[in-house]
Nanobody, 114 residues
Framework: VQLQASGGGLVQAGGSLRLSCAAS????????MTWYREAPGKQRELVAS???????NYADSVKGRFTISRDNANNTLYLQMNSLKPEDTAVYYC?????????WGQGTLVTVSS
């Protein structure tokens, strides 16, 4: 299984980006899909996740600004990021969980300038 993340880039504070994660197989097979991020010098943290039933959860730091969604027809996971802050700067990774395995994408860099 391959997950290909894209959509990162450089944006000014207050701007928006949409990350995509294209899966090489039907995302119906994943019980959940998650975006993580890893900032320089910091531990990797969960940003947002979405389960097969559509339920979602978010890190407190992104609630109200980020939205996770999945397009089952196109086997793609999204992360809409609005009102970006410099502290959102990180490499963002998508994952798909199909127990007992968890699959990781390669990461996409998001840089938010102040």
């Amino acid at each position: 299984v391959q997950l290909q993340a894209s959509g990162g880039g450089l944006v000014q504070a207050g701007g928006s980006l949409r990350l995509s994660c294209a899966a090489s197989r039907s995302i119906f097979s994943f019980s959940s899909m998650t975006w993580y991020r890893e900032a320089p010098g910091k531990q990797r943290e969960l940003v947002a996740s979405i389960r097969a039933d559509g339920s979602t959860n978010y890190a407190d730091s992104v609630k109200g600004r980020f939205t996770i969604s999945r397009d089952n027809a196109n086997n793609t996971l999204y992360l809409q990021m609005n009102s970006l802050k410099p502290e959102d700067t990180a490499v963002y990774y998508c994952t798909g969980r199909a127990p007992p395995a968890t699959y990781w994408g390669q990461g996409t860099l998001v840089t938010v300038s102040s």
